[in-house]
C-alpha cells in the first residue's frame, strides 16, 4: 500500500499570516493515464471532509484562490496564503492512484 | 447540487452486522466510496463500488467483512459490515466519486459497537 505522510501533524498560524501542510507518498503516484490522483480535503470540527484540491493543484468549485497545491511525483504541497478563522480544522491529503486509496495522519491547523 | 443522505445511528453489541445506506438525490457520476473515521482518528479509506457495473474494490483489512452494494433505481448505496467489534465504533462517511475525486460527502453515520 502506499504511505503518505503529512508534516506537520499540527500547525499554530497567525490570522493573515501563510501556513503550509507536505505530504509525501512512499511511490510515485503518477497513474497509468498521466494524471496524478492527489488530492487534498478540509476537516471542520464535527463535520464531514469537503474537498479542497484534487489533480495536485485544481481548486475545487467554490475554494477560495487563496488555496493552492503543488507537487509532482512524490512531493506535493497545500499552502494557504493568508490564513482565516474558517481555515480551522484538519487537513488530509489522499491518494487515488493505486489501490488502496490512502489517506495522511492529517495536519491539524489552529490559529495563534 | 447533488447531496448524499446517510441512515441514522446505529448501535450493535460485538459480533453483530450493520449495514448503512446513502441516498443521492442526483447523478452518482462514478460511483460511491466509503471512510470511516473512529474517534479522534484520521480518515481511513475503505473502498468503493463503480456505479455502472456494480464491480468493487476494498481496502485489504475490510474485504472479509465489509460488502457495498449499489441501487441504481434508487440511487441508493449500502454498505455492510458483519461481525462487528468494538473497534469498528466509528463514523462512516459515504462519498461520490467523480472526476474530481471525492466531490459530495454525506455527513455521517455514527456506529457504536458496544456490549
Known amino acids: 500500500d502506499i504511505v503518505m505522510t503529512q508534516t506537520p501533524l499540527s500547525s499554530s498560524v497567525t490570522l493573515g499570516q501563510p501556513a503550509s501542510i507536505s505530504c509525501r507518498s512512499s511511490?510515485?503516484?503518477?497513474?497509468?493515464?498521466?494524471?496524478?490522483?492527489l488530492s487534498w480535503l478540509h476537516q471542520r470540527p464535527g463535520q464531514p471532509p469537503k474537498l479542497l484540491i484534487y489533480e495536485i493543484s485544481k481548486r475545487f468549485s467554490g475554494v477560495p484562490d487563496r488555496f493552492s497545491g503543488s507537487g509532482a511525483g512524490t512531493d506535493f504541497t497545500l499552502k494557504i496564503s493568508r490564513v482565516e478563522p474558517d481555515d480551522v480544522g484538519v487537513y488530509y491529503c489522499?491518494?487515488?492512484?493505486?489501490?488502496?486509496?490512502?489517506f495522511g495522519q492529517g495536519t491539524k491547523l489552529e490559529i495563534k | 447540487q447533488v447531496q448524499l443522505v446517510q441512515s441514522g445511528a446505529e448501535v450493535k453489541k460485538p459480533g453483530a452486522s450493520v449495514k448503512v445506506s446513502c441516498k443521492a438525490s442526483?447523478?452518482?457520476?462514478?460511483?460511491v466510496a466509503w471512510v470511516r473515521q473512529a474517534p479522534g482518528q484520521g480518515l481511513e479509506w475503505m473502498g468503493w463500488?463503480?456505479?455502472?457495473?456494480?464491480?468493487?474494490n476494498y481496502a485489504h483489512k475490510f474485504q472479509d467483512r465489509v460488502t457495498m452494494t449499489i441501487d441504481t433505481s434508487t440511487h441508493t448505496a449500502y454498505m455492510e459490515v458483519t461481525s462487528l467489534r468494538s473497534d469498528d465504533t466509528a463514523i462512516y462517511y459515504c462519498a461520490r466519486r467523480g472526476p474530481q475525486y471525492m466531490d459530495v460527502w454525506g455527513k455521517g453515520t455514527t456506529v457504536t459497537v458496544s456490549s
Open positions: 489522499v491518494q487515488a492512484t493505486q489501490y488502496p486509496h490512502t
Open positions: 511511490q510515485s503516484l503518477v497513474h497509468s493515464d498521466g494524471d496524478t490522483k
Open positions: 463500488i463503480h456505479v455502472y457495473n456494480g464491480d468493487t
Open positions: 442526483g447523478f452518482l457520476a462514478d460511483g
